[in-house]
């Protein structure tokens, strides 16, 4: 069973600065994608940032230029830098991961995490 565990969140003034980490541990053969996705109250989860096994990322709109999304394999740890936050960042923020758990499996498994609350004040 793989377990993804998020840590970095809090309350921030906006045009602060935050960094959330997500660590993967369990049965993990390969990690083919991460990513952080996030939702507001009253509001539908939505991508903020995924990234790849090659280091292709992708970004949400609201958050090119402002957030940056790393990895480090060897951890199968994933990152988000969030820099000039705004009050409509608000959320909780969710890791998830697309993993295949052994040499032999076919096709892809996703784990998300438990979620970390992004608080930013005006």
């Known amino acids: 069973q793989v377990q993804l565990v998020e840590s970095g969140g809090g309350l921030v003034q906006a045009g602060g600065s935050l960094r959330l980490s997500c660590a993967a541990s369990?049965?993990?053969?390969?990690?083919?994608?991460m990513g952080w996705y996030r939702q507001a109250p009253g509001k539908q989860r939505e991508l903020v940032a995924t990234?790849?096994?090659?280091?292709?990322?992708n970004y949400a709109d609201s958050t090119k230029g402002r957030f940056t999304i790393s990895r480090d394999t060897a951890k199968n740890t994933v990152y988000l830098q969030m820099n000039s936050l705004k009050p409509e960042d608000t959320a909780v923020y969710f890791c998830?991961?697309?993993?295949?758990?052994?040499?032999?499996?076919?096709?892809?498994?996703?784990?998300w995490g438990q979620g970390t609350l992004v608080t930013v004040s005006p």
């Open positions: 369990g049965t993990i053969f390969s990690i083919k994608s």
């Open positions: 990234i790849i096994s090659d280091s292709s990322t």
């Open positions: 998830n991961a697309a993993y295949k758990p052994s040499f032999l499996s076919y096709g892809l498994l996703e784990v």
